[in-house]
Every structure is written in structure tokens, then in C-alpha cells.
């Protein structure tokens, strides 16, 4: 029940296209869906995140479209860029229990071709 | 504002041989994370700490892992004896309180165990 399951695990697309990744959770007590970013060699970054009380949140390209009934959040990047290239892991917590526990799921490496 | 600092980048050793990490987050941050982050997965919380007391260590592998936060700053973590499952880049986190997915990560260090 304290997984995240992430998909797809590589994604190839165009400069200028859309980049959806998908995620699904079973804890219905998680209350908070960031997604994060990871170049090589470095940590993960906080890309945008959100709660349950939204369907969506849009952050310039970023969207994340939260489907509570269905237990699944998706990332879409729109007009992807090369430098988007990096892998993308989503992540549930609850933060109302005492502890801001993040479970991520697999990650998503995405690469956007030029 | 200087973010989480980790130390060593890189260190290779052989199994059955200790290491240690250490992690320096950021100033004024009360909660600390350790997450083990194996190839081509996600991050895995190893343990957390709320100022200088131990929130959640229920993934920490404890008769060979043991990890310190003195002072409630910065912190270490032993690994002692390795094994060569215990190959993977360990990430240090943390965030200004224990109630948000917000976390800010150190660039992490990479084991290598032969």
C-alpha cells in the first residue's frame, strides 16, 4: 500500500512535443504529489507538486492532472525541450501523519530530441 | 543560500570494509533525510531526523547502518560492514519542518562496493 508506481520508465520525444508521465498509488492517506527532477550527478529538485483538494495545477510548461477516484497523477511538459532531459520521479507523502515521508516511485528518464 | 552539502562525492571500497557520509544541510533546517538511491530507481527514505531525535528509521538496515545527528546540524552515516547490495548513490535531504514534501537535496554520494 506504500507504493508508487511510475510508467512509463523512457520516454523519446521531439523538441516541441508533449512529455506525459504516468503515476498511480494505492494509500488513499497520502495527501501531497510532488513530481521531481534529476540531472546526472545531481539530487532530485523539486518540479512542481499537488494536493488533493485540485484536479490541476500548472506551473509555465509543467502541469500535473490529479485524478483522486482513480488514485493517479500524470506530469505533462508541454512544447519539451532538450534541456528538459533528465529522469522525473513522482512521489507521495502524508503530511498530515509525523513524518514528511516521501515515497517515490521508479522514475521516468526522459530524453527530447533536438 | 549554500544548499545541502555531502562529502565524500565518490568512494569505492571492498565488502566487509566501513565508510561513513556526511551531510550538512541547510542552515536553519530542522528535519534531515537520508535516502538510498540504487541504479535505476527511486529514492529510498534510509532514515529521518527531527532536529537531533529520530522521527522514522523503520528502512534502515540496522545491524550494519547507524547514522548521527549531532547537534541537531549536521549528520553522518556508517555503514559498517558493507555489502555489495549496499552499491548506490546516498542522498542527504532535508526541509525547514517535517510537515512538507518540500525536500531539498545534496548532490549525494556515490559507493561503489567490490
Known amino acids: 500500500q506504500q507504493q508508487v508506481k511510475q510508467s512509463p520508465q523512457s520516454l523519446i520525444v521531439q523538441k516541441g512535443g508533449i512529455s506525459i508521465i504516468n503515476c498511480a498509488y494505492e494509500n488513499t492517506a497520502f495527501d501531497y504529489f510532488p513530481w521531481y527532477q534529476q540531472f546526472p550527478g545531481k539530487g532530485p529538485a523539486l518540479l512542481i507538486a499537488i494536493r488533493p483538494d485540485v484536479s490541476e495545477k500548472k506551473e509555465g510548461r509543467f502541469t500535473i492532472s490529479f485524478n483522486k477516484s482513480a488514485k493517479q497523477f500524470s506530469l505533462h511538459i508541454m512544447d519539451s525541450q532538450p534541456g528538459d532531459s533528465a529522469t522525473y520521479f513522482c512521489?507521495?507523502?502524508?503530511?498530515?501523519?509525523?513524518?514528511?515521508?516521501?515515497?517515490f516511485g521508479q522514475g521516468t528518464t526522459l530524453q527530447v530530441k533536438p | 543560500e549554500a544548499g545541502v552539502a555531502q562529502s565524500p562525492r565518490y568512494k569505492i571500497i571492498e565488502k566487509r570494509q566501513s565508510v561513513a557520509f556526511w551531510c550538512n544541510p541547510i542552515?536553519?533546517?530542522?528535519?534531515l533525510y537520508w535516502y538510498q538511491q540504487i541504479l535505476g530507481q527511486g529514492p529510498k527514505l534510509l532514515i529521518q531526523f527531527q532536529n537531533n531525535g529520530v522521527v522514522d528509521d523503520s528502512q534502515l538496515p540496522k545491524d550494519r547502518f547507524s547514522a548521527e545527528r549531532l547537534k541537531g546540524v549536521d549528520s553522518t552515516l556508517k555503514i559498517q560492514p558493507a555489502k555489495l547490495e549496499d552499491s548506490a548513490v546516498y542522498l542527504c535531504a532535508s526541509s525547514l519542518v517535517w510537515d512538507t514534501g518540500e525536500l531539498f537535496f545534496g548532490e549525494g554520494s556515490r559507493l561503489t562496493v567490490l
Open positions: 512521489a507521495a507523502s502524508r503530511e498530515s501523519s509525523n513524518t514528511g515521508k516521501l515515497i
Open positions: 542552515s536553519g533546517h530542522a528535519t
